[in-house]
């Protein structure tokens, strides 16, 4: 009996004194060196800066010593991360431009809130730390068979202390963040397209229209001598114009297409299903129109679609659904080609995903091998 609960006593002393355990207490003996390292910190850097604050260095050396406290922040939470397995998301960085030029970024990272929830975190671990360190290193001497239960109550404060005052303060700001990536985004996509534009008006039109006036040119010269030579060229030179007519409509409509502006986004849809080389059977279903930008961001998502169906997809029948919920419009795109469609890096698929992710919307894909492959968009409704 006397051996069993001994074997007991062993195996709950094995567990109490494993691994978790032992990070725990580490981290309450680290606390009170980090602890005095931020306290001094934030100390001299509120009180140099406030001190000289006005002055002109006084909010230069606020704002660089909150972005000091934000690193002081980062290594606070890795150690957290390591020794109490808190893992915290970071908070969003700090901007880099702003509106009011030097004034209003150096205005901005004055007031950084995370730069200022360290420094509170600072101020109040001292005492915590002192504590800590205290009853930790007393229960290495004295209190030892309940060592772990005191450093597993500490720890618990300690994260609740971290998640509280180092985590990001709300979705806020993990929403910059994102925004802060969809604006590269958007910004990187519009250049493209002006590119492309540039591109195909140089390219097309421009050219046409060059070789065009350089023929109207000779014409004019055999006018007199060769009039029916000239006026073969004249006929040839009035079917070039059409055919650069048509080039600027395709661009235009590459643009913002004018059926959609005129009719709405069923007329448009249908046009492009129109030109598709798969049959497709067009849906839509919207008892009013949405805001013009949002039909944009639908046309030209249907219309990337649909030219994949008829690139990739080797289908022999298409349909394209459009509805909406109270929140979102619904862009449904279905084929019954040989599937295996992927959002894969540098895939037009990807750039799509990007353009609706800046207007905080959604591409979903289900493209099996053998088909058939469903394409579906959620766009934010707005009139």
């Known amino acids: 009996m006397t051996a069993s609960l001994d074997t007991s006593d062993t195996e709950r002393a094995r ?4 691994r978790y355990a032992w990070k725990e207490v580490a981290h309450l003996l680290c606390n009170l060196p980090a602890a005095l390292f931020h306290f001094v910190y934030v100390v001299t850097m509120v009180a140099v800066g406030a001190g000289l604050s006005v002055t002109v260095v006084g909010l230069p050396l606020l704002a660089a010593g909150l972005a000091g406290a934000r690193l002081l922040g980062r290594a606070e939470r890795a150690r957290a991360r390591a020794l109490l397995g808190v893992r915290i998301v970071e908070p969003s960085p700090l901007p880099r431009g702003g509106r ?3 004034l209003g970024r150096l205005w901005a990272r004055v007031k950084d809130p995370v730069g200022w929830r360290t420094v509170l975190y600072g101020f109040v ?4 730390g002192v504590l800590t360190f ?5 229960g290495l001497v004295v209190l030892w068979p309940v060592l772990p239960y005191i450093a597993r109550g500490l720890a618990n404060a300690d994260r609740a202390m971290v998640r509280g005052l180092l985590s990001p303060s709300d979705e806020l700001e993990r929403r910059i ?3 802060e990536s969809d604006r590269g985004v958007v910004v990187d996509t519009a250049a493209a397209d002006l590119r492309r534009i540039e591109r195909d008006l140089h390219d097309g039109a421009q050219a046409r229209l060059v070789a065009l006036a350089m023929d109207l040119g000779l014409a004019r010269e055999k006018m007199t001598e060769d009039p029916q030579a000239a006026a073969r060229m004249v006929d040839e030179a009035h079917g070039e114009v059409k055919t650069a007519l048509q080039e600027l409509r395709d661009l235009a409509r590459g643009i913002h297409p004018a059926i959609l502006t005129d009719r709405g986004l069923d007329a448009a849809l249908s046009s492009i299903a129109s030109r598709c080389t798969v049959p497709v059977t067009v849906t839509v279903d919207l008892p009013t129109r949405p805001a013009p930008a949002i039909e944009g961001i639908a046309y030209f998502t249907a219309s990337e679609l649909l030219q994949n169906i008829s690139k ?3 289908a022999t029948h298409a349909t394209l659904n459009l509805h909406h919920t109270p929140h979102h419009l619904i862009l449904q795109a279905t084929d019954n080609g040989h599937g295996g469609a992927k959002g894969t890096h540098n895939s037009g ?4 995903t990007e353009r609706l992710n800046a207007v905080d919307g959604t591409l979903t894909i289900h493209s099996p091998t053998g088909g058939p492959t469903t394409i579906t968009a959620h766009i934010p409704w707005r009139r």
């Open 15 to 18: 567990i109490a004194f494993g």
């Open 100 to 102: 009011g030029g030097v």
């Open 125 to 128: 671990r001292l005492p915590w």
């Open 134 to 138: 205290t009853v930790t290193l007393v």
């Open 177 to 179: 963040a994102e925004l």
């Open 312 to 314: 990739h997809s080797n």
């Open 349 to 352: 698929l990807t750039g799509l």
